[in-house]
């Protein structure tokens, strides 16, 4: 069995629950499960909701399923020892469990913010209190880059002043010579959202490169990127594989973000047209095409229903339409412009396998059939699963 098709984990066979944090941080609901078990449970997961429109293929996990997370958030607070702390909120509350290291987590992203906190004591920068609403520091993200190891580090305060920020920057530069850009971004509201509107860049460029599938991608302090680098890659190859392209193809690339999947594809079709609701994400996308040199490929901010539909009204086609909504899939209108604008193949990339089989029902109803469906573990230890799916139209002759 090569490495692609593998369902069972060769990392661990034994649980890989001995994290403290289990009960308490609870993002990791699977610990309990050895990786292969994991992989058996998510298989059966889809088995179970996908298995009536085609065989589910096996699941793709992966060769070393830690740490893999290269963008780490962390909240930052003081204990009752006025010891500065770390880490996640617990589980619906805004109480914050210490987290030293995370076995999901990049360690060069646990290493930086370890230490920030024992800077933010030398340099007295008293981390923001929810309640009283006094302090600076809220949140510390860091990003990292896979293939380009450039790494961003976003300091999250709750009003614009940071005393010392130079000295603070060089100090961690010191001690991380890896950090390539160093922000502040300012969030003054009371809210459970990490980061605010305001961004102000204290080292660096502000953004941070990575290649994915062998396109370059800029990413900024905001922008949506995938976090599992090493699956995304298997996830878009196969998307873009499953969507059979020959060159000659009109694509869209419906809900894009920052354009990843439309712009790995433009190099096997005529031409790409994504769309994203997202202005930044569709800035994004438009200097992630010119830093790529890409001619055939166009993006545009706009509902994907609303766009897909005055495509088909102008009677302009598509021969193949990825989609990659957010958790809660696609909507009815959205689902409608697809049938209108009948494109030969559709390429649906789900996060959720329960909205994933809802939407399946409603476009095999009647024009498409479902011919692949394929699981990737995108994230290890969660109850979390990606799957692409292949339909194309049913031929009415042979109805
Ligand atoms: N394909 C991208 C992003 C997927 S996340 C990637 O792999 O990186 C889903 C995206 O859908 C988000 O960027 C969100 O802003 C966008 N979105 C949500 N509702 C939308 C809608 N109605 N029309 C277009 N885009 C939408």
């Known amino acids: 069995m090569t490495e692609q ?12 629950g001995q994290c403290p944090l289990y009960k308490k941080c609870g993002g990791c609901q699977l610990q309990n499960l050895s990786y292969s078990q994991q992989l058996q449970w998510k298989q059966r997961l889809e088995e179970r909701l996908l298995g009536k429109f085609a065989p589910v293929l096996p699941i793709i996990g992966m060769q070393d399923p830690y740490h893999y997370r290269n963008k780490v958030q962390a909240a930052f607070g003081v204990n009752r020892r006025k010891e500065i702390i770390s880490g996640v909120y ?13 076995q999901l987590e990049d360690q060069t992203a646990d290493a930086i913010i370890a230490t920030i906190r024992r800077l933010c004591a030398d340099f007295r920068i008293v981390p923001y209190d929810e309640d009283r609403r006094t302090g600076l520091l809220r949140h510390v993200l860091v990003k990292r880059g896979f293939h380009s190891d450039e790494v961003m580090v976003v300091l999250v305060t709750s009003g614009p002043i940071l005393p010392a920020k130079n000295n603070f920057v060089a100090a961690l530069r010191r ?23 305001q961004e102000k860049v204290l080292y660096g460029p502000g953004t941070i490169e990575d290649t994915l599938c062998g396109c370059r991608f800029r990413i900024s302090a905001r922008s949506f990127y995938q976090i599992n680098p090493v699956q995304t890659e298997i996830l878009y190859s196969k998307a873009i594989e499953f969507a059979g392209l020959t060159g000659s193809e009109s694509v869209i690339d419906a809900y894009c973000g920052v354009g990843t999947i439309g712009l790995i594809a433009s190099a096997h079709a005529k031409s790409v047209v994504g769309v994203e609701l997202n202005r930044d994400a569709v800035r994004d996308a438009i200097t992630n095409c010119r830093l790529n040199r890409i001619q055939n490929a166009r993006f ?29 899939g696609s909507d009815e209108r959205f689902l409608h412009s697809l049938l209108t604008l009948a494109p030969e193949r559709i390429v649906y990339i789900s996060c959720n396998p329960e909205t994933l089989a809802r939407d399946l029902k409603i476009l095999t109803g009647s024009a498409y059939a479902v011919r692949k469906i394929q ?19 049913v031929d009415v002759l042979k109805k």
């Open 5 to 16: 098709t593998r369902t069972s984990g060769t990392a661990s066979e034994k649980p890989v």
């Open 90 to 102: 617990q589980s619906s509350t805004h109480r914050i469990v210490p987290v030293e290291s995370c």
């Open 175 to 197: 001690q991380h010579p890896q950090i390539t850009t160093v922000l502040q971004n300012i969030n003054p509201y009371r809210t459970s959202l990490v980061l605010g509107e």
């Open 300 to 328: 545009y901010a706009a509902d994907a229903g609303e766009w897909m539909l005055a495509m088909a009204e102008e009677r302009q086609t598509a021969d193949v339409v990825f989609m990659d909504p957010p958790r809660a």
């Open 375 to 393: 699981p990737v573990d995108m994230f290890p230890h969660t109850h979390h699963v990606e799957t692409v799916v292949l339909m194309s139209k």
